[in-house]
């Protein structure tokens, strides 16, 4: 079996999109993709965040907001922003790495009703599994062909 492919999905807070997209990669890719996420500047992770992507089976509640520091030095495959913020402040220190851009809104910016604010959490949540989910199956057919 070929080794696991790396992704890194860096936001600024590493508190929401990018722990969605880390949870989704690992849970709907696991066998071929070990994904990790970090932020430009960590504040901890979104309470939100955790709800949503429980409703579809995936716990992320013990995931942790790290600082992009804590993988210096670390190899991946891929680094992935989130956020047009991260995309500009990303450090190009990853070597040879694919680096890949794919913007969602902040669901944490969301106003509204109750129900209102985690319509948009769900529909982000389920964006990043549909546009990540593609451009990863995408990937790795045209790597084992």
């Known amino acids: 079996m070929p080794d696991k492919k ?8 590493n508190s929401c999109r990018s722990q969605i997209a880390d949870g989704i ?10 994904a990790f996420s970090a932020g430009t500047d960590p504040h901890g ?9 429980a409703e579809i089976g995936i ?15 670390v190899s ?4 992935m922003t989130l956020c047009g913020d991260a995309d500009e402040k990303c450090p190009i220190t990853f070597g040879r790495v694919r680096r890949k851009h794919i913007g969602f809104d902040d669901p944490p910016k969301a106003t509204g009703t109750e ?13 990043i599994r549909r546009d990540l989910g593609a451009f990863f ?6 790597k084992s062909a």
């Open 6 to 13: 790396r992704v890194l999905f860096l936001c600024t807070g």
């Open 59 to 73: 716990d992320i509640s013990g995931n942790r907001s790290d600082p992009i520091s804590k993988y210096d030095g």
């Open 25 to 34: 990669i690992n849970h709907d890719f696991g066998a071929q993709i070990r």
């Open 76 to 79: 991946f495959d891929y680094v």
């Open 137 to 142: 199956r995408k990937e790795l057919e045209g």
């Open 45 to 53: 992770l979104n309470s939100k965040a955790v709800v949503v992507m």
């Open 115 to 127: 129900e209102e604010i985690m319509a948009v959490y769900r529909r982000v949540r389920d964006e």
